[in-house]
């Protein structure tokens, strides 16, 4: 019965309703979204602060390295190899006297220190520590000798309020001939090391950079300090790295300077999305609002204009069913009368299996119809059910089958011939696959090997393939799968091994089944 003005002006009223609802929702989630999502993007831009810090303070640590790596090679550059040190064996050996040496070498120890302006001073000694020769540096003011270290080795450092930063670095003096001749100890100035640190804490804003130096017995003390946090709970980015065994460099920054920059992007960012998101919100509920003012009044009629026209063709879909399922019952019964009625066995045992054939037919589309899908039919329900009807048909057989089948959905097009093939190859089992007991045991197994391709084995308990098969000379069934096989963009194998197995592999895609 048509809808009244009065009940068409109710329900557009109605609607209407629900469209401002649904607008205020929507300004709401929107609203909400802003607020939940504020904190991940802050997280998310806080990550990416803390991996510019790190990647700064890899910087440094790779700097600092270089430098200490330079102060072994100013240290190793001193005159250890030259005629200092065959004047200190003789001096060892007692050829040369102890003020000769000192004569002899300290002009000579004290230019190679002039001539390099990194280095503050040198310090020559025995192998027992015992100061020989000395150049700008006081012995008093130097760290003890370790005559146990055999290579290059930091030994101290020195860290004035007024004077030079420097760093000490012990190098043993090697003969050929006499062996360990003595020590040099030379003292590095850390003014480029310093001047490098204080100039990466300006630009990455860490307001704490320690160098800590330790020793056997444990850490010694801060070597050097750029700036300080007065609040050490303050400082949030810390990072701690080692260079080589004797030095530690310590980086911090507290919350305060470290995300400043990321909390006023965050903001930003937050605000624009809030900004866009309103006018978009707004822009689209008046657009909604004005297209629901000229097309909510003829919904009502659309609806039964539709339901209408649905209902006819569901009527004539149920038709067409009705009538595609008779043609197949008609044409199967009418291959058995032709089969019954045959001459030959050959010709009946070929119009039989044409009319189980488009049984099987028969059977996919009653599927496919009962579920709704015209599109994709489930194969396990169909190789179920045809399973079942071939064990009726069979009850005299003893037929057995073992079904593997995975839970696949194939093309209506790829599941009728696959159908067809399972049948085929389960009915060559009932006739040839018996054991000397009767009995037959058919198995079936239907996988995925991708997204889509397929791979069917069926194989029985019988005697095998004969050699003139299994080499290519199939009869009327085998062929009819081989056909069926290359529709499927497939291919059919035949074996022997352990038991007579057809395999089918097929493609599932269902623009090209």
């Known amino acids: ?48 602060a803390c991996s510019r810090f790190e990647a700064s303070a890899r910087l440094a640590t790779t700097t600092t390295r270089g430098f200490f790596d330079q102060a072994v090679q100013l240290a190793l550059q001193l005159p250890s190899r030259t005629q200092l040190r065959v004047e200190l064996v003789k001096l060892l050996h007692g050829t040369r006297s102890r003020e000769w040496y000192v004569e002899y070498g300290e002009p000579r120890l004290l230019d190679a220190v002039e001539a390099s302006p990194e280095i503050l001073g040198a310090m020559r000694t025995d192998p027992d520590g015992e100061a020989l020769l000395c150049a700008c540096l006081v012995p008093e003011d130097s760290p003890d000798v370790r005559p146990e270290l055999e290579s290059p080795t930091f030994i101290g450092f020195t860290r004035y309020e007024d004077g030079p930063t420097g760093v000490f670095v012990q190098v043993p003096i090697h003969h050929q001939g006499h062996g360990l001749a003595g020590f040099d100890i030379v003292h590095v100035s850390m003014a480029p090391l310093i001047e490098s640190l204080n100039a990466f804490a300006h630009s990455s804003e860490a307001e704490l950079v320690e160098l800590s130096f330790v020793e056997d017995s444990g850490p010694d003390g801060v070597a050097l300090e750029v700036g300080s946090i007065n609040d050490a709970e303050a400082a949030t980015l810390e990072i701690t790295k080692s260079i080589g065994d004797q030095w530690i460099l310590r980086i911090a920054s507290p919350e305060s300077v470290a995300f400043r920059e990321v909390h006023n992007e965050a903001n930003f960012l937050l605000i624009s999305v809030a900004v866009v998101a309103t006018l978009a919100v707004v822009l689209g509920s008046w657009m909604m609002l004005m297209l629901s003012r000229r097309t909510l009044a003829e919904t009502g009629e659309l ?12 009527t004539l879909l149920s038709e067409i069913h009705h009538r595609v399922k008779n043609d197949i019952a008609l044409m199967t019964s009418f291959l058995g009368l032709k089969a019954e009625a045959a001459h030959s066995d050959e010709t009946s045992t ?3 299996e044409a009319s189980a054939s488009l049984r099987v037919m028969g059977e996919v589309y009653d599927v496919l119809r009962g579920s709704g899908e015209y ?10 059910s045809l399973f079942a009807q071939m064990k009726g048909r069979s009850a005299g057989s003893r037929l057995e089958i073992e079904s593997h089948i995975a839970d696949v959905s194939l093309p209506r097009k790829a599941a009728i011939p696959v159908g067809i093939i399972v049948h085929e190859l389960v009915t060559n089992s009932i006739k040839y696959g018996a054991t000397p007991d009767g009995g037959v045991v058919c198995r079936v197994t239907l996988e995925p090997i991708d997204d889509s391709s397929i791979r069917l084995s069926v194989s029985d308990s019988g005697a095998g393939f004969t050699n003139e098969v299994l080499n290519g000379s199939y009869g009327f069934g085998l062929t009819m799968i081989a056909e069926l096989s290359k529709q499927l963009r497939g291919t059919m194998t035949l074996s022997n091994e352990p038991e007579a197995t057809v395999i089918i592999t097929a493609s599932i895609e269902a623009d090209d089944a």
């Open 303 to 314: 609806d039964r204009i539709v339901g209408e026209q649905t209902i006819e063709l569901r």
């Open 1 to 48: 019965m048509p809808a009244t003005s009065s009940q068409w002006e109710r329900t557009r009223q109605h609607q209407l309703n629900l469209v401002r609802l649904g607008i205020f929702l929507l300004i709401a989630l929107g609203l909400a979204l802003v607020v939940i999502v504020q904190w991940p993007v802050r997280r998310a831009l806080e990550r990416q």
């Open 350 to 352: 070929t119009l039989a």
């Open 375 to 384: 599109a994709s039919v489930n194969i396990r329900s169909v190789l179920t």
